[in-house]
């Protein structure tokens, strides 16, 4: 049973650039969620995706968004890159409901320079 | 607020003790906590919940305890091995409305067992 799966997994790009980054759910998880870790810090939510659809939305600006297909794997773009945009960021997925633990993948670095 | 840890708190144990890795969570309303494990360059990997609704619950060499009264989640892992070594995230659940479960994060904390 195949977990959460994520490409690629080290990225380099140049400030202003844009970047499409890849997730998918573990095997009957239906509710994709993201999340950017700095480096010595927790993740931090960015938003979740259920039926294709952004459901909540974290602290972040509009720069960062995404999309759910309907085979339920998603993907998370950021335009206008900045520097401190370098993070790893992690995908996890769940089923919808609370209560419901969130697994996540191995990450993908993403390097700004 | 949202944690934002800077500096992650370490703790050294021998290989063979027991372990205790504490996490102040932030809204007394949150009513679901995770305990991860995250080893370097790795994701977060679950290891036990607990529901507000309960005090405490036992996986395999592992313990969390929940006191909503002081809004504190501790980890006891027994019988620390060197595979224990990782950075430990508490999570927590607070309300929001409909279905959505959106994580907070606490202050990691680094388990370095020596041999």
């Known amino acids: 049973d195949a977990g959460v799966t994520q490409s690629p997994t080290h990225l380099i790009k140049t400030r202003g650039q844009q970047v499409t980054l890849r997730c998918s759910p573990k095997s009957g998880h239906d509710t994709v969620s993201w999340y950017q870790q700095a480096l010595g810090q927790g993740p931090q939510f960015i938003f979740q995706?259920?039926?294709?659809?952004?459901?909540q939305r974290g602290n972040f600006p509009d720069r960062f968004s995404g999309h759910q297909f309907p085979n339920y794997s998603s993907e998370l773009n950021v335009n206008a890159l900045l520097l401190g945009d370098s993070a790893l960021y992690l995908c996890?997925?769940?089923?919808?409901?609370?209560?419901?633990?969130?697994?996540f993948g191995n990450g993908t670095r993403l390097t700004v320079t | 607020g949202e944690s934002v840890g800077l500096h992650l708190p370490t703790l050294s144990v021998q290989e063979g003790d027991n372990s205790i890795i504490n996490c102040a969570y932030s809204n007394s309303a949150s009513d679901y906590f995770i305990w991860y494990k995250q080893e370097s360059g790795k994701g977060p990997q679950f290891i036990i919940d607990i529901r507000s609704n309960m005090d405490k619950r036992q996986g395999q060499r592992v313990t969390v305890l929940l006191n909503k009264t002081v809004k504190h989640l501790s980890l006891q892992i027994a019988a620390t091995q060197p595979g224990d070594s990782a950075v430990y995230f508490c999570?927590?659940?607070?309300?929001?409305?409909?279905?959505?479960?959106?994580?907070?994060f606490g202050t990691g904390t680094l388990l370095a067992v020596q041999p």
């Open positions: 996890a997925s769940s089923l919808l409901g609370r209560n419901s633990p969130l697994h």
């Open positions: 995706y259920y039926e294709e659809e952004e459901r």
């Open positions: 999570a927590e659940m607070p309300p929001y409305g409909g279905a959505t479960n959106k994580l907070i």
